[in-house]
């Protein structure tokens, strides 16, 4: 019998070699079970025929920030223009605001676009490969958590800049 890569197993266990802490996660997204940051626990819940959900947390490794549609949108397309060796992974939500994950801040990051928001350690995020009741989820840019990630001062920068941009055309946000 042939088997299918597991996408989810492999995910889990990058991130907990990379530090980050996983958990399961429901079709509909919600948290179902405990932290697990150790890689034969992670292979003891996702080598499974139908692997549950993955979600994870910021831990002392990666930040994860939620970002505002617009500002988050246009911040995205000015960090892409800068051609950056390593590119952010980004996730759009339904709501139409983002999911990014850079590395933590090294120092104060200084003024941030309105609606920015640090995701506490311990705060669930699904992310792909997971699937939810809308489909599979994906990454916009590099292989999560594979790849090396951006400092958060690179990332979130853009963002705010995009967010005065956008101010001083339009005059307010929407």
């Known amino acids: 019998m042939i088997r ?19 958990r399961p996660a429901t ?6 079970g405990e932290w697990i940051t150790d890689a034969d626990k992670a292979s003891d819940v996702w080598d499974v025929d139908e692997p549950p959900n993955l979600a994870v947390s910021s831990s002392s490794t990666v930040a994860i920030w939620r970002l505002p549609r617009i500002a988050g949108a ?17 996730m759009k939500l339904p709501d139409g605001d983002w999911i990014t994950c850079t590395l933590q801040p090294e120092s104060n990051l200084g003024p941030l676009a309105t609606g920015v928001e640090y995701l506490e350690p311990g705060t ?6 997971s699937r939810t009741v809308a489909g599979r989820l994906k990454w916009d840019g590099s292989k999560f958590p594979m ?8 990332v979130l920068s853009k963002v705010f800049r995009a967010e005065q941009e956008y101010v001083d055309l339009h005059g307010q946000l929407d």
Not at 4 to 22: F, H, K, S, Y
Not at 80 to 85: C, K
Not at 124 to 129: A, G, M
């Open 27 to 32: 079709i509909a997204g919600a948290p179902d």
């Open 147 to 154: 790849h090396p990630l951006p400092t958060a001062d690179a």
């Open 74 to 90: 246009y911040g995205k397309r000015l960090y892409e223009q800068e051609r950056p060796g390593v590119w952010p992974p980004t």
């Open 4 to 22: 299918r890569r597991n996408a989810l197993l492999e995910t889990a266990i990058a991130c907990v070699e990379r530090g980050i802490p996983v």
């Open 124 to 129: 669930p995020v699904v992310i792909p490969p």
